[in-house]
């Protein structure tokens, strides 16, 4: 009985133990998983040849796949020309200028930390970073000097070494980005009604013609939506400051009422010149003062995380604001 009893005992404990053995084995697998993910994004600590073709190879991706797009929205429905240069200084209230800064830096800071992930040192990784951001944007406007409708621009150039400068700069001196070029973009709603002097068609319509349609058209072209921004770290410049690091003082600039580069004036199809009334469509810049979260000072133990904070931090956390605009108007918003 007593030899029957430890029998019928002994089975269920077998399967406790394969149980916590399996458990045991799973969860060794799954940290092994997680581990082997994590150094995945974590940098090497040496030059890592493998890292360094991986890289290479997505940024080479990347890079034909924007050229492919942009080609697409910008460069398609205009003819070919030769190389010819165009000064566009003052255009679309300088937003256009601050974009390419914007976009310079943006490109110098993700290259640089994508290049210290394969290894290399803090030096090579900048200037590597930089140099390829500003060869980037070279590329960009050699095709616009080749363009009817733009031109190489000097001004442009003059601004994409400004954004590869202020991350150079911060990066070379304090070793972090003390003040973020940052990005925000809210859609306007455009008039839609038709009216007589546009011929039926509406304001609308003149911002399709101008911005496209699609999102990512939009997201690209349309000056009245976008903000630039300068996000500005208050814990980086009073290090014994109990201001919380993650919280940055954000300044914007952005224009409103563009239907044209200089002025909001054109030439319908129809042969016919257009004029916008200056009162009731003023053309105006826009100075805002708000808040702003830096993520790469968000405390986190993830290489991952931090690899998504860095690609986070190009764009502008939605806070509430206080507008002047050059009409001489204060504005406070709920979300800039």
């Known amino acids: 009985l007593n030899s029957g009893m430890r029998e019928r005992t002994a089975t269920p404990l077998k399967v406790v133990w394969l149980l916590v053995i399996l458990g045991g084995t799973l969860r ?3 940290q092994s998983e997680i581990g082997s993910w994590q150094r995945f994004w974590t ?15 997505t940024g080479t991706s990347l890079y034909a796949v924007t ?3 942009l080609n697409e929205v910008w460069y398609k429905t205009y003819p070919r020309s030769k190389f010819h240069l165009h000064n566009d200084w003052g255009e679309w209230r300088m937003m256009d200028k601050l974009g390419h800064a914007f976009t310079t830096y943006t490109e110098s800071r993700l290259l640089s930390q994508g290049s210290r992930w394969t290894g290399m040192n803090e030096n090579a990784s900048r200037w590597l970073g930089a140099g390829v ?11 616009d000097g080749h363009s009817s409708q733009w031109g190489f621009s000097w001004p442009d150039m003059a601004f994409n070494g400004l954004g590869a400068i202020t991350y150079l700069a911060q990066d070379r001196f304090w070793h972090e980005q003390r003040v973020l070029l ?4 809210w859609q306007p709603s455009y008039p839609s009604q038709p009216m007589e002097q546009l011929a039926g068609n509406s304001l609308d319509q003149r911002a399709v013609d101008l911005f496209g349609s699609g999102w990512g058209e939009r997201y690209l072209k349309d000056y009245n939506a976008q903000t630039v921004w300068l996000s500005v770290s208050p814990h980086a410049f009073l290090k014994k400051s109990s201001w919380p690091a993650w919280l940055n003082i954000a300044f914007g600039y952005s224009g409103e009422n563009m239907y044209g580069g200089y002025a909001n004036s054109w030439i319908l199809p129809t042969g016919q010149a257009v004029q916008l009334d200056e009162l009731r469509y003023p053309r105006y810049s826009q100075y805002v003062l708000s808040m702003d979260i830096d993520f790469t000072r968000i405390p986190t ?3 991952f995380l931090k690899a998504v904070f860095e690609a986070l931090n190009a764009f502008k956390v939605p806070f509430p604001g206080l ?3 050059s009409l001489g108007q204060f504005k406070l918003g709920w979300l800039y």
């Open 28 to 30: 060794i697998s799954a």
């Open 323 to 325: 507008e002047y605009n």
């Open 301 to 303: 133990r993830s290489p």
């Open 43 to 57: 940098p090497a600590d040496s030059f890592h040849q493998a890292r360094f073709w991986v890289a290479a190879g």
């Open 133 to 143: 951001a500003l060869g980037l944007q070279s590329s960009i406007e050699w095709l």
């Open 182 to 185: 940052k990005i925000s973009n």
């Open 67 to 69: 050229m492919v797009g």
